[in-house]
């Protein structure tokens, strides 16, 4: 009688039936997880925003709020000076995600729109904060105003403009 040695045919399949029932469980938690992560960094990133542009309204009062992104921040490359059209005042990734050259935070894409300007002041101001691929990268969209309030919105749409976004819940809530 020859003495077997090495694995038999069938434990090798029941050791990799076993592997993939284990990946099976993990890879959707480990997406899920994911997801959390990114909403979190997304919702971090839009009090950043709104941070920012009270400050940005402190420092430039003749022209009240930025009107864009990279009004808060600087361009891409460079040094970054304070000014009207560079406030340095969020990371130049961030502040350059509305721009061609930027491709998102953290599986979100982040967009300024266009808020209530009285007598060539900027007295309002929207940002808009949607998942690059939704279901994959994010699942909500955030959105903030002036009141500084952020809002979700679970079908990834949100909006982009001032009236719009009263319609949507507070993060809070």
């Not at 709104?50 to 003749?62: F, G, K, N």
């Not at 953290?106 to 967009?111: A, C, D, I, R």
Request: hydrophobic share 40%; glycine share 10%; charged share 10%.
């Amino acid at each position: 009688m020859r003495k077997q040695k090495g694995f038999s045919l069938i434990e090798l399949l029941i050791v990799v039936a076993i592997i993939l029932i284990i990946a099976a469980i993990a890879i959707p938690n480990l997406l899920r997880a994911r997801i959390a992560a990114n909403e979190s960094s997304a919702a971090a990133s839009m009090r950043t925003l709104t941070t920012a542009q009270a400050t940005y309204q402190e420092a430039y009062p003749t022209v009240g709020y930025s009107t864009n992104l990279l009004d808060l921040g600087g361009a891409l490359g460079t040094a970054c000076v304070p000014a009207s059209t560079s406030g340095c005042m969020v990371d130049s990734v961030l502040a350059n995600d509305g721009n061609p050259a930027g491709g998102g935070k953290s599986g979100y894409q982040f967009t300024s729109g266009t808020g209530t300007n009285t007598n060539g002041v900027n007295t309002g101001y929207t940002f808009l904060a949607v998942p690059n691929q939704v279901n994959q990268t994010g699942v909500k969209a955030f959105c903030t105003e002036e009141d500084g309030v952020i809002r979700w919105d679970p079908n990834s749409v949100c909006s982009n403009t001032e009236a719009g976004i009263l319609a949507f819940n507070a993060l809070n809530n």
